[in-house]
T-cell receptor
Framework: DQQVKQNSPSLSVQEGRISILNCDYT??????FLWYKKYPAEGPTFLIS?????DKNEDGRFTVFLNKSAKHLSLHIVPSQPGDSAVYFC??????????FGPGTSLSVIP | NAGVTQTPKFQVLKTGQSMTLQCAQD?????MSWYRQDPGMGLRLIHY???????DQGEVPNGYNVSRSTTEDFPLRLLSAAPSQTSVYFC????????????????FGEGSRLTVL
């Protein structure tokens, strides 16, 4: 039973527009939520995180929103650039313990 | 600045063979873990360790063994390889800061692609 879900396997967005990637989770014990970006033949790289006690975190073009009541988080990329084309993984951490990943969303930013 | 180093990068095994995937980190991280990536399944946690001498099972531990005798190394052993273990394996590490300063950020190696025939 998946604890971290990303229901959209893929997403296409025009360059310059906003990309919104969604993630749902089932376990209230997670204390941190993270987003990772992955290019083919490389390891995932950390993008941005948010504590479970916050509802928003921003870093440049990337903003993560957390809605705890809905057990939902989203990653906004504004403006989207062709170099953002990659697979994005949502992840959640139990307190100082294991980190669980979702299945990923493949983002294509069209020039 | 090596970070997390995985060896080998590629490996082909026959069913029933055993092997060890090596993982080493030079960042003095307490936390280390192994994931496998399969199409449509994302990254699934195999085993993890919160410090030397301590290991625990993740989501898909069957068929794999780990040990953590030093802070730096966290090898993953396949005891009797099966075609279902064909995958890309990633090792990751993380520091645990004091006063709740850790954000859970994982540092990943470049991956080891394993094919079991």
């Amino acid at each position: 039973d998946q604890q971290v879900k990303q229901n959209s396997p893929s997403l296409s967005v025009q360059e310059g527009r906003i990309s919104i990637l969604n993630c749902d989770y089932t376990n209230s014990m997670f204390d941190y939520f993270l987003w990772y970006k992955k290019y083919p033949a490389e390891g995932p790289t950390f993008l941005i995180s948010i504590s479970s006690i916050k509802d928003k975190n921003e870093d440049g073009r990337f903003t993560v929103f957390l809605n705890k009541s809905a057990k939902h988080l989203s990653l906004h990329i504004v403006p989207s650039q062709p170099g953002d084309s990659a697979v994005y993984f949502c992840a959640a951490r139990y307190s100082y313990d294991k980190v669980i990943f979702g299945p990923g969303t493949s983002l294509s930013v069209i020039p | 600045n090596a970070g997390v180093t995985q060896t080998p990068k590629f490996q082909v095994l026959k069913t029933g063979q055993s092997m060890t995937l090596q993982c080493a980190q030079d960042m003095n991280h307490e936390y280390m873990s192994w994931y496998r990536q399969d199409p449509g399944m994302g990254l699934r946690l195999i085993h993890y360790s919160v410090g030397a001498g301590i290991t625990d099972q993740g989501e898909v531990p069957n068929g794999y063994n780990v040990s953590r005798s030093t802070t730096e190394d966290f090898p993953l052993r396949l005891l009797s390889a099966a075609p279902s273990q064909t995958s890309v394996y990633f090792c990751a590490s993380s520091y645990e800061g004091t006063s709740g300063s850790s954000t859970g950020e994982l540092f990943f190696g470049e991956g080891s692609r394993l094919t079991v025939l």
